[in-house]
């Protein structure tokens, strides 16, 4: 294992799967935090990620299916599953109406103190995707007139404290720039939605795949 080109693999695997293929997007995720050291099953794991693509290989997102001009974006975090830095993985996945076109998974820079403020930071980076998708849609080249633009979410709480313009003292030491999504969520730039945990779920678990995790890939064609 000591000549598998780790990081090489590493960074052309995050090349596809931030392009084409989000069903791997949690696994590159998950080993790219041990490029620095890899061990065996580090290896082992990377490569049953390779051999999963290869038996995928003629998978592709299927736009065919895009009928209506609806944004939606599902946000989900963990809160401190990874017992060697307790640092929360957040992540989204953007769909024009049943096909996704945008997703990221992402390890969040601190410690959340809390399941609402690792959801809230999560909601936050969702946020700015979900603007930036839906203003070059509207633009005056192709002025599309998106008829929903909307964020789920799973967690009440996080919702509630994004909907609300009054300070709270539990949550007073988040970041500042983190509440520049309760000002997008007042201006009503998008709605901010509670969804059922299962169907958040089965959105963002969308990029477990590459880990041999049964999922539906109905956006993909073969």
């Known amino acids: 294992m000591s000549n598998l080109p780790y990081g090489n693999l590493l960074g052309c695997l995050a090349f596809i799967a931030g392009r084409t293929r989000p069903d791997i997007m949690y ?9 620095s050291n890899p061990g065996i ?6 490569l049953k990620l390779l051999g999963y693509l290869q038996s995928t290989r003629n998978f592709k997102l299927d736009l065919s299916k ?35 076109i945008s997703w ?21 980076e969702a946020a700015k995707e979900l603007i930036w998708i839906k203003n070059a849609l509207n633009n005056d080249c192709l002025n599309l007139k998106l008829k929903e ?3 789920y979410c799973d967690n009440q709480v ?3 404290f994004s909907n ?24 009503k730039v998008f709605e901010l939605k509670c969804s059922r945990t299962s169907q958040i779920r089965n959105s963002r678990d969308f990029g ?13 064609q073969y």
Request: with cysteine; aromatic share 10%; glycine share 4%.
């Open 27 to 35: 696994a590159v995720n998950l080993l790219s935090q041990f490029q």
């Open 104 to 124: 990221r998974m992402f390890k969040q820079r601190r410690e959340s103190l809390s399941t609402m403020e690792a959801e809230y930071i999560t909601l936050m």
């Open 41 to 46: 099953k580090h290896c082992q794991s990377l």
């Open 158 to 160: 996080a919702i509630s």
């Open 66 to 100: 895009v009928n209506n001009l609806n944004l939606k974006c599902y946000s989900d975090s963990d809160f401190v599953a990874n017992r060697d830095d307790r640092v929360s993985i957040g992540g989204y996945s953007l769909f024009l109406d049943e096909t996704p």
């Open 208 to 220: 477990n795949s590459g880990f041999g995790i049964n999922l539906d890939l109905g956006s993909f």
């Open 164 to 187: 609300s313009p009054f300070e709270n003292l539990r949550p007073k030491h988040i970041d500042i720039k983190y509440h520049f999504l309760r000002s997008l969520v007042c201006n």
């Open 149 to 151: 633009c909307l964020l």
